[in-house]
């Protein structure tokens, strides 16, 4: 009966450690990709903003990247 009590409470705590091992892989794992995902952002070329003129005034235009629209 004993016996029976302590394999279970074995069984238990093993498989909450092996919860917590998981948990703190996929943690990591999420830690990783973050920051691999920032890197990746912060090497990419940012688009260029071109305002031209004020608001509201005659001609007045913004665009955003290399795009030529011909409109401008």
């Not at 705590?13 to 892989?25: G, P």
């Not at 912060?42 to 030529?68: A, H, N, Q, R, Y």
């Amino acid at each position: 009966m004993v016996f029976g009590f302590l394999k279970k409470l074995v069984k238990y705590y093993v498989d909450k450690l092996i919860h917590w091992m998981r948990m703190q892989k996929f943690n990591l794992e999420l830690d990783n990709e973050i920051k691999e995902y920032f890197e990746k952002l912060d090497k990419e070329e940012k688009p260029k903003i071109v305002e031209k003129g004020k608001f509201g005034e005659d001609g007045w235009s913004i665009s955003i990247g290399d795009l030529e629209d011909g409109d401008t």
